[in-house]
């Protein structure tokens, strides 16, 4: 995940007509459980970090097995600025249209929405600016529908590190809980994540502290931390602290996974992490999120057949948006 870049995209496009402003698109895909892809390959860094583990355990009741765990509580993040022209993917806006683009980053957000709607116990909108986010979560679009609603809260000012590290510590979990929570927070410029995706992640933060997805321009798509509960009678502070991992970051620079990764072997940390992806940031990415949907033969990702039809969805829009003629 990284900060806003510098417009320098230069692509063209043939036609470049004009749309409304930005309204909030739906999708017909009904939300379930998805099976998990392959683990990959992790790397881990300090092996005597301690793995993502609970609280000391209560004494044990009679006739609970020994074996036991409490399960963890699982929060997802999306962080998004609201679809406004001008104020969203710019550098996309710059080759085919402010409006165009922010039809775009909308349509994205929705795909999120509506492909995560059941996951999790927590989900959170963490927008900018929050009033305009939260009038359009009043307006009821259908991506609002799930089993339990998304909450609209606040990024709050500061630069993505301070905004990160705001969203994970309102995440921590009390002293008085027994289970762990899993926070995963991802950005809009994935949207082809899947269910499937994060259910790999939170396997992973049962043996690892940090988990990263890292983006091909050197950011990150997708961040996850275990954050555990702190014991009664432990001498840490009541809530650990995470600013050390993102302080001295040099934010909207091809190094900020590097630097990440150097923060957190500092601090002992044992991370995971994903394959990487490409973030939709230009027309050329743009254009292999497209290829990507619409050539399956050359693409290798195991996509259960509900994520896939939603995939093909999207590349509809997105191709109504731009009004490009399929080849």
Known sequence: MSDQK??????KVDTEPKHPAPQPWTSNGQASPQSSP???DVRSND???LPCETAAPAPRQS???????PRPTRVLGVM?????PGKVKTRLG???GFDQAACLHQRFLDQLFQEFR????????VASPVLAARKQQFAGSEHWAGSEPWTVVDQGDGDLGDRMNRWFASQSPREDFTSPTHAILIGADCPLLTTGDLNTVTEMLLSHDLVLGPADDGGYYLIAICLKPIARDSQQPATFRWDALWQGVRWSTATVFEETMRAAESMGLRVGTLPNRSDVDTFDDLTSLL????????????????????????ASDIRQILKLTVD
């Not at 059941?118 to 909108?125: F, N």
């Not at 619409?294 to 999207?314: A, G, M």
């Open 6 to 11: 510098a417009d320098s995209d230069t692509s």
């Open 38 to 40: 392959p683990v990959h």
């Open 47 to 49: 092996v005597s970090a």
């Open 63 to 69: 006739g609970k097995p020994e074996s036991a765990q």
């Open 80 to 84: 998004a600025k609201v679809a406004m």
């Open 94 to 96: 710059s080759t085919i």
């Open 118 to 125: 059941d996951w999790g116990e927590r989900r959170e909108w």
């Open 291 to 314: 290829h990507q949907i619409e050539n399956l033969n050359d693409n290798t990702d195991v996509v259960p057949t509900r994520s896939r039809d939603s995939h093909r969805q999207l």
